[in-house]
């Protein structure tokens, strides 16, 4: 969310040394570029924004220890607090910045004037900013990237300069074709001097004689509460919470920021559903700015609303689900898979179990020497499967092992044995079954279902039949 900056100082060429003929054309660096001086730091500054920012904090305070509170003046206060704060939520940024619905003159004309209020520069202005923080979200590009840091994504942004040449440029002619909105940049100084002090104080003045209070509480302290919540949709919303949709960017969820921001804390969702009028989609979340839509589109002052298909929101939602799982998968070793083991022949198995501890289960060689002596089936057992093929025992011949035994069992994998009966088995268990076995994930890590181990027998056949 945004404030009015002054005009962009365009960035100039000299030529390089004293000597005209000097060939070498250097660009200037431009001030946004240069690094803080003592001589130059007011440069820097760009002071409308900055003006804009102090003077209601210091005022404010100052007002705070000189003016007793009226309960109707600061009743008042919080409802202006509200009425500005949507004008921007409702108005500036899902109506007029995202087009997430469409309102009738009446509503846009008071959104429009609540919005003012909040001083945060004029619609098509602010519009075009946060269509450049959507379209390049954590760039240089980014108005208020959180990459360059919390104090710049919340005010920085706007007390500084920024290189044009930088500037990530948007497409605003749609907003030219509402008159509300070509008036309101046309005549926004007078317009937000009223809606932000005067309208305020004029309210409480009139209404229940109390002036100043109006000035200091409804006008200025009020606009500092308003300011630094539509900043920290900005700030915070880029810095704490969850990312249940996407996490490429830094947006985020936290209902923390949506209390502040009137329901603009929804934020990882709104990135990723720039043009849906919701910001939080389950009915129990805060999004008072939503409400307000739906109670206008109830009264026939809002239609078109926008809203994405349930089933498409839910992709987005497995999708993230699936990265973090496989993020999970990929920190645990699963052994060696199958296609990197050696191949061997069955009689180089049974050389080779001469030596080693080598027990053969589902065409797969194990070497169980550091398991002997803690298999829970005892030594004894172990030993006698040395150098066979154990296939069946494993699988339920002599106890059907758990799920957990054949992933531990897949730690000691050593080979496999070429066109084992077993290894025949596993590929037909493939054949019927897509997953097992053939699937990796985004890192490339082999997926082992439960129960889908190349060591696991689908169906075992050697039990004798009860008699
Ligand atoms: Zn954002
Ligand atoms: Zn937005």
Same mark, same amino acid.
């Given at each position: 969310m945004s404030m009015p900056t002054?005009?962009?100082?365009?960035?100039s060429t000299f030529a390089a040394g004293s000597s005209p003929s000097d060939d070498h054309i250097m660009l200037e660096l431009n001030i946004a570029n240069q690094p803080f001086t003592l001589t130059n730091w007011y440069k820097k500054m760009n002071w409308i924004s900055t003006i804009a920012l102090i003077f209601p904090p210091v005022f404010g305070i100052y007002g705070f220890f000189t003016t007793p509170i009226d309960s109707r003046t600061f009743l008042w206060s919080v409802i202006w607090y509200f009425c500005t704060g949507l004008g921007i939520t409702a108005g500036y940024h899902r109506l007029w910045a995202?087009?997430? *619905?469409?309102?009738?003159?009446? @509503? !846009?004309?008071?959104?429009?004037?609540?919005?003012?209020?909040?001083?945060?520069?004029?619609?098509?202005?602010?519009?075009?900013?946060?269509?450049s923080h959507h379209r390049w979200t954590d760039t240089e590009k980014d108005p208020y990237s959180i990459r360059k840091g919390f104090f710049h994504s919340h005010i920085g942004w706007m007390m500084f300069k920024s290189d044009p040449k930088k500037k990530g440029r948007t497409n605003i002619s749609d907003l030219n074709q509402d008159?509300?909105?070509?008036?309101?940049?046309?005549?926004?100084?007078p317009l937000m001097i009223f809606m932000s002090v005067v309208f305020p104080t004029l309210v409480s003045g009139l209404g229940w004689g109390d002036y100043r209070g109006? *000035?200091?509480?409804?006008?200025? @302290? !009020?606009l500092v509460f308003v300011h630094h919540a539509t900043f920290c949709v900005n700030s915070l919303a880029h810095w704490i919470g969850d990312q249940p949709f996407d996490d490429r960017h830094s947006p985020r969820d936290h209902v923390l920021t949506a209390f502040i921001t009137m329901g603009e804390g929804y934020h990882n969702f709104h990135h990723e559903f720039p043009a849906d009028y919701r910001n939080a989609i389950k009915w129990y979340q805060y999004d008072p700015t939503k409400w307000l839509i739906r109670v206008c589109h109830f009264v026939g002052l809002a239609f078109g609303l926008k809203q994405f298909?349930?089933?498409?929101?839910?992709?987005?939602?497995v999708q993230q689900k699936q990265k973090m799982l496989d993020r999970c998968r990929a920190r645990i070793d699963w052994g060696i898979p199958l296609d990197q083991l050696p191949v061997m022949e069955f009689d180089d198995f049974n050389e080779m179990a001469e030596q080693q501890n080598l027990i053969l289960i589902g065409g797969v060689i194990h070497d169980v020497t550091n398991f002997i002596g803690v298999h829970p089936g005892g030594k004894a057992l172990m030993k006698s499967g040395i150098g066979k093929d154990m296939t069946a025992a494993f699988n339920g011949g002599v106890y059907d092992h758990s799920n957990a035994a054949h992933n531990l069992l897949s730690q000691m994998r050593v080979g496999v044995v070429r066109g084992g009966m077993e290894v025949e088995?596993?590929?037909?268990?493939?054949?019927?079954?897509?997953?097992?076995?053939?699937?990796?994930?985004?890192?490339?890590?082999?997926?082992?279902r439960a129960n889908a181990h190349a060591t696991k027998i689908p169906s075992p056949g050697t039990l004798a039949p009860a008699s």
């Open positions: 002054s005009a962009s100082a365009a960035a995202h087009r997430s *619905y469409s309102a009738s003159w009446p @509503l !846009r004309l008071a959104l429009m004037l609540c919005g003012t209020g909040a001083v945060e520069g004029s619609i098509r202005w602010w519009s075009a900013g946060h269509r008159p509300i909105v070509v008036f309101q940049h046309k005549h926004y100084l109006g *000035y200091f509480y409804a006008g200025l @302290l !009020r298909p349930e089933n498409e929101i839910q992709k987005g939602v088995i596993w590929k037909r268990a493939q054949r019927e079954d897509k997953n097992v076995d053939l699937v990796r994930d985004t890192n490339g890590v082999p997926i082992i």
